[in-house]
């Protein structure tokens, strides 16, 4: 079996399609309706994205979303969902980590998700990610009534800082001797006629 290279983009509303497929499949007593998530792609705080085999670029294997509007410092993870034939292969994961990273581009500082008390795998990957439980809400999801564990993730502010002048020295030289042995190899390499640059 081949190893599977995933790629993310940007959802559309042409993935609509799609996206409800694997959403019927995936929550069967408490999908979303097509229109609620044509509405969500539309959403010009949100960020969607869908995820899909290399090899088989029209075929969606996964999908999620983000509600974070720009000049906010709260976000939430709306959903996150993959197709049962592309489960258990690192692709859930992926996907959060990209919506993380989206979230901390806009601003975001803390991060909000809800997740069923009866879905411990995606706790375990939301506990992986530095997500704590908040508090639970009682029979949040219906008609199952299933309780909804609140989670949240404290994105850190990016922090630059200025090297001391050692430190400065220290990589100027290092970066020096690179270089020098760079041309060295180059020269040495470059001559004949399958040298490439």
Request: glycine fraction near 6%; aromatic fraction near 6%.
């Amino acid at each position: 079996m081949r190893d599977t290279i995933w790629q993310l983009r940007y959802a559309t509303p042409d993935d609509l399609d799609a996206i409800m497929g694997i959403e019927t499949a995936t929550f069967t007593s408490d999908a979303w309706s097509r229109e609620s998530m044509a509405a969500e792609l539309a959403n010009e705080h949100a960020r969607y994205i869908v995820a899909f085999d290399a090899e088989e670029a029209d075929a969606v294997a996964g999908y999620a979303g983000l509600l974070a509007p720009r000049g906010g410092t709260d976000g939430d993870i709306q959903t996150i969902a993959v197709a049962e034939t592309a489960r258990r292969r690192g692709l859930g994961r992926a996907m959060l980590a990209h919506l993380v990273d989206v979230a901390r581009r806009r601003g975001v500082r803390d991060l909000f998700l809800e997740v069923r008390a009866d879905n411990p795998p995606a706790q375990h990957l939301y506990h992986s990610f530095g997500f704590e439980k908040l508090a639970v809400r009682r029979g949040y999801y219906q008609p199952d009534n299933i309780d909804a564990i609140v989670m949240r993730l404290r994105i850190p502010e990016p922090v630059t800082t200025v090297a001391s002048n050692e430190h400065a020295a220290a990589h100027a030289s290092a970066q020096t001797a690179h270089d020098a042995t760079a041309h060295a190899a180059t020269a040495s390499t470059a001559s004949g006629p399958e040298a490439r640059a």
